[in-house]
C-alpha cells in the first residue's frame, strides 16, 4: 500500500507555528491511529513552514481567510490530484476541526467519487427514516458527524469524528461502532450540523438530507444531475460553507481548556529539549 503525504500550509501568515506543527503532529496520530481501524489508510501529515515546500506527490491542505462559494470542502486540482482548502477563525483554533475533517475525507474518498449501496432515506414530519427501494451513498467520512459537538482531542487540538464502513448497513446491530468516537449510534445517522448525499438509481438525480442545527427538522433536497466535477465538488458546491455557518462555534471553555492543554504541552517540551543539550 503506498503512503498518502498531506502537506499542512498556511496561507494566512497568522497562526501560530506551534499550533500549526501541533496540529499536523495530532493529525498524524489520527491517520496512523485512529483512521486505519476502520479503513485501509497509510498516510502522514506534514507541516510545510514554507508554502512553496509542496513536493511532488504531496496532497496540500492549505488555511487560507476565506473561500468562495464553490470553493469549499477537498477537490481535485491539475493532474486529478486532491488538495483541500480550509478557512482560518481568527483568534480561535476551530480551524484544526475543518483541517482533521478534510483530511480524512481526502484519505478515505481521494477523488470523491466512491459510492456506498444502502437503503434511501426519507423526511416524514420532521423525522428521518428508511424507504423502499435502494440508493447508492457518497462515502464522505466526516460529514455526518461534522459539528464541534461530535469532535474528539488529540493533545489539546480538536479532530473530527469519522464514520466506519458499517454506517452504511441497512438495519442496526448491537455493539457495532458507526463512528471512531461513538458519536454516531446507528445505520445512516445524520448529527446536527452534518449531511448525508446518495444517488437516486431511479433517476441518477442526487438527493441529500442536511441538519443545520438541533432546533430545525432535516431537509430533503434534490440536487439534480450532477456534471463537470466530482460528486463530492458537486455536493460541496451547493452546501459546504452553508453547512459551515450553521455549526455552532466551540464553547469557550473547551476553547480554553485545550490552549492551556497546549500551552502545558509546549512548556514541558521546552524542559525536556535541555536534556540533549
Not at 485512529?34 to 496532497?59: C, E, H, N, R
Request: with cysteine; charged share 20%; net charge negative.
Amino acid at each position: 500500500m503506498l503512503t498518502a503525504r498531506i502537506g499542512l500550509v498556511d496561507l494566512t501568515g497568522v497562526v501560530d507555528r506551534r499550533l500549526m506543527a501541533a496540529a499536523a503532529a495530532a493529525f498524524n496520530v489520527q491517520v496512523n491511529r485512529d483512521l486505519p481501524q476502520f479503513w485501509p489508510i497509510k498516510a502522514s501529515v506534514t507541516y510545510l513552514a514554507d508554502p512553496d515546500l509542496v513536493t511532488p506527490g504531496m496532497w496540500p491542505v492549505r488555511i487560507v481567510h476565506g473561500l468562495a462559494s464553490e470553493e469549499g470542502g477537498c477537490h481535485v486540482g491539475a493532474h486529478n490530484q486532491p488538495f483541500a482548502k480550509v478557512i482560518n477563525t481568527p483568534g480561535g483554533d476551530e480551524w484544526t476541526l475543518e483541517a482533521s475533517h478534510e483530511i480524512c475525507e481526502m484519505l478515505v474518498n481521494p477523488f470523491g467519487n466512491a459510492l456506498q449501496p444502502s437503503t434511501p432515506l426519507c423526511v416524514d414530519e420532521g423525522m428521518l427514516g428508511d424507504r423502499e427501494g435502494a440508493a447508492e451513498y457518497l462515502v464522505e467520512a466526516c460529514e455526518p458527524c461534522a459539528s464541534a459537538a461530535a469532535a474528539y482531542e488529540i493533545d489539546g487540538v480538536m479532530v473530527s469524528d469519522f464514520i466506519s464502513p458499517r454506517y452504511f448497513d441497512r438495519l442496526a446491530v448491537a455493539g457495532v461502532r458507526y463512528s471512531f468516537a461513538g458519536s454516531i449510534c446507528a445505520p445512516r445517522q445524520i448529527l446536527p450540523g452534518g449531511r448525508l448525499s446518495w444517488i437516486d438509481p431511479n433517476t441518477d438525480e442526487l438527493r441529500q438530507v442536511l441538519r443545520p442545527d438541533s432546533a430545525a427538522d432535516p431537509i430533503l433536497r434534490n440536487l439534480g444531475l450532477p456534471s463537470g466535477c466530482s460528486l463530492r465538488a458537486f455536493v460541496d458546491s451547493g452546501s459546504h460553507l452553508m453547512m459551515r455557518a450553521s455549526r455552532p462555534a466551540p464553547n469557550f471553555r473547551a476553547r480554553t481548556a485545550r490552549r492551556v492543554h497546549r500551552d502545558q504541552l509546549n512548556q514541558a517540551a521546552g524542559f525536556r529539549s535541555r536534556w540533549f543539550v
